[in-house]
């Protein structure tokens, strides 16, 4: 993933604060547009685990902050429901205008019942994912309720969320009531997904209930059984974006482009350093994620570096295996290789060399499964020690490295 920021002017000129996520082999097929939950912001670990997997799947995502939160210009005491849409719908048109015009709503919490207005209102939406939403706005009104006399006495009020203090206008209260969720829903007419947790105290599931009542199909709804609220674990919410690009790929026409390889490379190694270790791995075609564990600091997304050089040698025998199994027609039937990397020091390999120093170690072991003499499973033996990347690793390896 690679992530371009962005400054977009909303309706006052102040400038929102947004970050377009990009698939890093630099090919969209659909852009996406990610509102965040009440007081929160687009660096929510929600919001980006989901925008960082859904690259994976080739979209473009576009998460901002609405008006006064996070790094976005504004006073949030000012704001108001009403000013979350437009500013959605301002980043509807910068993205519109200078990308192309995105297809996919997505939103979180009060987000999502911002998103569920906004395609009501833009043309170019043709389908909503919707997370732990309200089925009212007004909803929110639970989270304030301890403010509502001083904001009803002085027109503001001043409460805290999260250990965080905001102030609430008296306006935001009253604007709460503007938009009518029964009434929106039945009449979008385009595909919904619906994501929430039976186990959510802040917005119970009997609000997925109600908007899965209201829309009309092709509607979904899929249970994020176990999850709190801000899908605080990262596996919940990773399982939400993986079901979430699943589901666009049902509803939604995807554009085919060519790839764009990169210059000079078979292969990209992106990685930025707010994600720990986390690294995405492209040809162009295919997207990968490689890791550490979360031992030794890394968030476990993926397998490791030499892991990663493990599974390149076991695949590369087992297709070896297969072709030559086919040309000599031998019933080979399945073939699993078994790889493990030790460093182990040299006398432990019969070397007379510097006996402190150590060597690279790769255990192979593969299991033949057919109808095969044991002098066939002894050449396949022979043929695996053959295979590419086996011989590549055998021979010493030449790296040039140097800075683009």
Same mark, same amino acid.
């Given at each position: 993933m690679k992530s371009v920021k962005l400054k977009i002017a909303n309706k006052k000129g102040e400038q929102i604060h947004a970050v377009l996520d990009l698939p890093i082999n630099n090919t969209v097929k659909h852009y996406c547009i990610f509102a965040h939950c009440f007081t929160c912001s687009s660096q929510l670990p929600i919001v980006k685990t989901i925008s960082r997997e859904l690259t994976n799947y080739g979209f473009g995502v576009l998460r901002f902050d609405f008006t006064g939160l996070g790094d976005s210009?504004?006073?949030?005491?000012?704001? $108001?429901? &009403?000013? $979350?849409?437009?500013?959605?719908?301002?980043? +509807? +048109?910068?993205?519109?205008? +200078?990308?192309?015009?995105?297809?996919? %709503?997505?939103?979180?919490? %009060?987000?999502?019942?911002?998103?569920?207005?906004?395609? &009501?209102?833009?043309? $170019?939406?043709?389908?909503?994912?919707?997370?732990?939403? !309200?089925?009212?706005v007004a909803h929110i009104k639970h989270l304030v309720k301890d403010a509502l006399p001083q904001i009803e006495e002085k027109g503001y009020g001043d409460i805290e969320i999260a250990g965080r203090p905001f102030r609430i206008g008296k306006s935001f209260i009253n604007d709460l009531h503007t938009y009518d969720l029964s009434e929106i829903v039945p009449k979008l007419r385009k595909p919904l997904l619906i994501l929430h947790s039976p186990q959510d105290i802040i917005?119970?599931?009997? $609000?997925?209930?109600?908007?899965?009542?209201?829309?009309?199909? !092709?509607? &979904?709804?899929? &249970?994020?059984?176990?999850?709190?609220?801000?899908?605080?674990?990262?596996?919940?919410?990773?399982?939400?974006?993986?079901?979430?690009?699943?589901?666009?790929?049902?509803?939604?026409? %995807?554009?085919?482009?060519? !790839?764009?390889?990169?210059?000079?490379?078979?292969?990209?190694?992106h990685l930025e350093l707010e994600d720990g270790f986390t690294t995405q791995i492209s040809d162009g075609k295919h997207t990968i994620i490689a890791d550490e564990p979360k031992s030794i600091g890394g968030n476990d997304l993926g397998m490791a570096p030499y892991e990663l050089l493990n599974a390149a040698l076991g695949a590369c025998t087992n297709m070896t295996l297969k072709m030559y199994a086919e040309r000599k027609g031998w019933d080979l039937q399945e073939v699993k290789t078994h790889l493990s990397h030790t460093k182990k020091h040299i006398e432990d390999c019969n070397s007379v060399e510097n006996s402190q120093s150590k060597i690279d170690v790769i255990d192979k072991k593969i299991e033949i499964i057919g109808n095969l003499t044991d002098e066939q499973k002894a050449k396949l033996i022979e043929i695996a020690a053959k295979c590419p990347v086996n011989k590549t690793l055998l021979s010493g390896v030449k790296i040039n490295t140097k800075q683009i």
């Amino acid at each position: 993933m690679k992530s371009v920021k962005l400054k977009i002017a909303n309706k006052k000129g102040e400038q929102i604060h947004a970050v377009l996520d990009l698939p890093i082999n630099n090919t969209v097929k659909h852009y996406c547009i990610f509102a965040h939950c009440f007081t929160c912001s687009s660096q929510l670990p929600i919001v980006k685990t989901i925008s960082r997997e859904l690259t994976n799947y080739g979209f473009g995502v576009l998460r901002f902050d609405f008006t006064g939160l996070g790094d976005s210009e504004g006073e949030f005491a000012e704001t $108001n429901f &009403s000013h $979350n849409i437009d500013d959605l719908i301002c980043v +509807n +048109n910068f993205l519109t205008d +200078n990308y192309k015009a995105p297809g996919i %709503l997505i939103g979180h919490s %009060l987000g999502g019942a911002a998103v569920l207005v906004g395609a &009501s209102l833009l043309e $170019n939406i043709k389908a909503i994912a919707t997370i732990a939403a !309200p089925a009212d706005v007004a909803h929110i009104k639970h989270l304030v309720k301890d403010a509502l006399p001083q904001i009803e006495e002085k027109g503001y009020g001043d409460i805290e969320i999260a250990g965080r203090p905001f102030r609430i206008g008296k306006s935001f209260i009253n604007d709460l009531h503007t938009y009518d969720l029964s009434e929106i829903v039945p009449k979008l007419r385009k595909p919904l997904l619906i994501l929430h947790s039976p186990q959510d105290i802040i917005v119970g599931i009997e $609000n997925a209930a109600k908007i899965y009542q209201w829309a009309h199909h !092709p509607k &979904s709804f899929l &249970s994020l059984y176990g999850a709190d609220h801000l899908l605080s674990k990262r596996a919940d919410s990773s399982y939400a974006a993986k079901s979430i690009a699943t589901w666009i790929e049902r509803y939604i026409e %995807l554009e085919q482009k060519e !790839p764009m390889q990169p210059t000079d490379a078979d292969v990209v190694a992106h990685l930025e350093l707010e994600d720990g270790f986390t690294t995405q791995i492209s040809d162009g075609k295919h997207t990968i994620i490689a890791d550490e564990p979360k031992s030794i600091g890394g968030n476990d997304l993926g397998m490791a570096p030499y892991e990663l050089l493990n599974a390149a040698l076991g695949a590369c025998t087992n297709m070896t295996l297969k072709m030559y199994a086919e040309r000599k027609g031998w019933d080979l039937q399945e073939v699993k290789t078994h790889l493990s990397h030790t460093k182990k020091h040299i006398e432990d390999c019969n070397s007379v060399e510097n006996s402190q120093s150590k060597i690279d170690v790769i255990d192979k072991k593969i299991e033949i499964i057919g109808n095969l003499t044991d002098e066939q499973k002894a050449k396949l033996i022979e043929i695996a020690a053959k295979c590419p990347v086996n011989k590549t690793l055998l021979s010493g390896v030449k790296i040039n490295t140097k800075q683009i």
